[in-house]
């Protein structure tokens, strides 16, 4: 069924009562079949409204172990022209670097030729696994360009968007992602924790930067009498050996600094480790948003972080910024995060914080997916009228 047809469909019920006969008219409007890149993240699922859309599942790349979403089909002009009877619009969020600038092209012509709409949320002006952005930049504008819906997630990032695109961009703030599940408030404990999680070292994060400026801000601040102590993390599984080898050795034998090497922590396990913290250290060279920044404002764990990309404008009051490479900035920033206007682990002023917060989240959560559904319609009702 073409999209005029699906979304200007109306169904009439006649009914007969005594000598009098009445027509009821029912408008049924159908929820939007969204294919989504990718559908299978935490993210998408957190946005979308069940009762008004349906997330097409990734459709599994020829080769692919199970679960493995990327390059992501959607994104080729042969699959959308063999699937377009199947979804409504397209949704872009991650992935676009497994094509060149002139494929995404191709994949913007090919939906415009199908009369299917195309949403792009611009999570990564930067893209966090790229060194070099020059070809993220021309992928960008390619569907900037093409998009009949742009996103963005605060409003200095939706100005730098609208910078690129030179139209209207919608902004929509990150919802949580934590759902109504119980929420960790982390122990007690009598020193003010720091924590940094390097992950796999991907390359916007500086590692060794940011270890070397950690270990000689705890020592200025333990120089002091501060009662501090710092954890730095890395996974088990490393994309730079040689940066994870430097990191163990700055840190090594340095007072008040731990290195933890492991696993790859689940969701849950990563948020009852952030919870046990009184700040959480994000260590960015480059990026846009972030993730993690949402996540420790759901457990009121506050953020010290380089000025970079708009984390800082995704919960302000919750953002401590530092300079790479300047340790008096660092540990300036640790003390204002832990101040006495925060909340410790294990506290009954934490626990009372993120239970405050679930509840505004909640309202949140609504209000964004409702923002979602309203710009599906819309780009909707313009092709139907085009």
């Known amino acids: 069924m073409c999209l005029a047809m699906r979304y200007a469909h109306a169904r009439h019920a006649t009914s007969h009562h005594c000598t009098r006969r009445r027509t009821i008219v029912v408008t049924t409007v159908p929820p939007v079949r969204v294919a989504a890149v990718p559908s299978a993240h935490p993210y998408v699922s957190a946005i979308t409204d069940p009762r008004h859309v349906t997330v097409l599942s990734d459709p599994p790349p020829p080769g692919a ?4 979403w990327w390059p992501p089909q959607v994104l080729l002009p042969e699959w959308l022209a063999a699937h377009a009877d199947e979804f409504d619009l397209v949704h872009v969020h ?21 009369g299917r709409p195309l949403v792009y949320t611009v999570h990564d002006l930067e893209n966090p696994q790229l060194s070099a952005q020059d070809t993220h930049r021309a992928s960008l504008a ?11 997630l605060t409003d200095t990032a939706g100005a730098s968007v609208r910078d690129i695109a030179r139209r209207p961009v919608t902004v929509i703030a990150h919802p949580t992602l934590l759902g109504d599940a ?29 270890t070397a400026t950690l270990v000689r801000a705890v020592a200025h601040l333990r120089a002091q009498g501060a009662r501090v102590e710092a954890v730095v993390r890395m996974n088990e599984r490393v994309r730079d050996a040689e940066a994870a080898a430097s990191i163990a050795l700055i840190a090594e034998g340095a007072d008040g600094v731990t290195i933890e090497r492991g696993t790859r922590l689940d969701d849950d396990a990563l948020a009852a480790w952030l919870a046990d913290l009184d700040a959480c ?9 972030s993730g993690w920044a949402e996540l420790c404002y759901d457990l009121a764990v506050p953020v010290v972080s ?18 790479m490479g300047e340790p008096v900035s660092l540990a300036r920033a640790i003390m204002d995060a832990t101040g006495p206007a925060s909340s410790s ?6 626990s009372a914080e993120v239970e405050r917060r679930r509840t505004q989240r909640r309202a949140e959560l609504d209000s964004v997916r409702a923002a979602h559904v309203a710009v599906y319609r819309r780009v909707l009702a313009a092709e139907v009228a085009a």
């Not at 250290?281 to 948003?289: A, D, E, K």
């Open 306 to 323: 380089t000025p970079v990309g708009h984390i800082a404008a995704q919960h302000p009051a919750d953002f401590h910024a530092f300079d």
């Open 281 to 289: 250290l994000l260590p960015y060279r480059h990026g846009t948003q």
């Open 94 to 114: 991650f992935g676009i670097e497994s094509y060149s600038p002139d494929e995404l092209r191709a994949t913007v012509a090919t939906l415009h030729r199908l």
């Open 65 to 68: 172990p199970a679960g493995q």
């Open 345 to 350: 682990p294990g506290s009954a002023a934490r």
């Open 182 to 210: 119980a929420r960790p408030t982390g122990d007690a404990h009598d020193t003010v924790r720091v924590g940094v999680h390097l992950r796999d070292l991907r390359p916007n994060i500086d590692g060794v930067g940011t």
């Open 142 to 152: 390619v569907l900037a360009d093409g998009a009949d819906a742009l996103l963005a």
